[in-house]
Nanobody
Framework: QVQLVESGGGLVQPGGSLRLSCAASGSIVSINAMGWYRQAPGKQRELVASITSVGSTNYADSVKGRFTISRDNAKNTVYLQMNSLKPEDTAVYYC???????????????WGQGTQVTVSS
């Protein structure tokens, strides 16, 4: 009933930029927090950035000052602008949303399918 579709991943050189997008669709009343996570091979999934429904943001220390999370509530979309990319940023990036669904008492979390970001020269 709710789907999150990501786009914007790819291969970029160190120092380059990418912008990830994640659009939620389906039986959505509203979306609470949204976020971006990443997981590199052999490592745990980690929170990269999150944003509340009113725009409060939180970033992992490793990306602070380089990445910017934003959202467009009218489009149910969250973005991650990634600048000054480093090889250490290479991972599969997943978006996440806490969604208030029509005719449901409780919100539920949904995940995107993941998009590969590779930073390499």
């Amino acid at each position: 009933q709710v789907q999150l579709v990501e786009s914007g991943g790819g291969l970029v050189q160190p120092g380059g930029s990418l912008r990830l997008s994640c659009a939620a669709s389906g039986s959505i009343v509203s979306i609470n927090a949204m976020g971006w996570y990443r997981q590199a091979p052999g490592k745990q999934r980690e929170l990269v950035a999150s944003i509340t429904s009113v725009g409060s943001t939180n970033y992992a220390d490793s990306v602070k000052g380089r990445f910017t999370i934003s959202r467009d509530n009218a489009k149910n979309t969250v973005y991650l602008q990634m600048n000054s990319l480093k090889p250490e940023d290479t991972a599969v990036y997943y978006c996440n949303a806490d969604v208030v669904r029509f005719r449901h008492w409780l919100s539920a979390t949904y995940w995107g399918q993941g998009t590969q970001v590779t930073v390499s020269s």
